[in-house]
């Protein structure tokens, strides 16, 4: 058996993605970490396959069935978009988590630099179908 070789990911800033089931759950399904790094383009770390989950069970809504079908596709676009409007990543990365806060909602960016690390914000991950 080889030796583990951890792989590091480090950012000046992050935020988590996650779907809500319904505005009002209390249950969140984390997607994706967006972050970055000063003068890189942002990093993701996805926390669902990237080719998508199945919406069964968790969305009739065919907007948001599409969005789970493929979160790389859409969470990038829409982040290009606000990077391209505002010429800054983390500016793009702020206007993605102001204009998305339905069914798709997002922790408040922290700077990493400025927020000790604290206990991640906990989420209720549901068993695999």
């Known amino acids: 058996m ?18 809500l089931p319904a505005l009002d759950s209390s249950r969140a399904i984390p997607l994706v ?35 789970l079908r493929d979160p790389c596709g859409y969470i990038v676009k829409k982040l290009n978009k606000y990077i391209e409007e505002s010429r800054s990543v983390m500016r793009g990365i702020e206007m993605l988590i102001d204009c998305h806060q339905n069914h798709l909602a997002f922790t408040p960016l922290v700077h990493m630099r400025e927020v000790p690390f ?10 695999a179908v």
Do not use: N
């Open 2 to 19: 080889e030796a583990i070789e951890p792989k590091e990911v480090t950012f000046d800033a992050y935020t988590m993605c996650s779907f």
């Open 33 to 67: 970490l967006i972050g970055y790094r000063k003068s890189e383009d942002p990093w993701f770390v996805w926390l669902v396959p990237k080719e998508g989950i199945s919406s069964q069970g968790l969305t009739d809504d065919p907007y948001y069935a599409k969005v």
């Open 118 to 127: 604290t206990h991640p914000m906990t989420v209720e991950l549901l068993a």
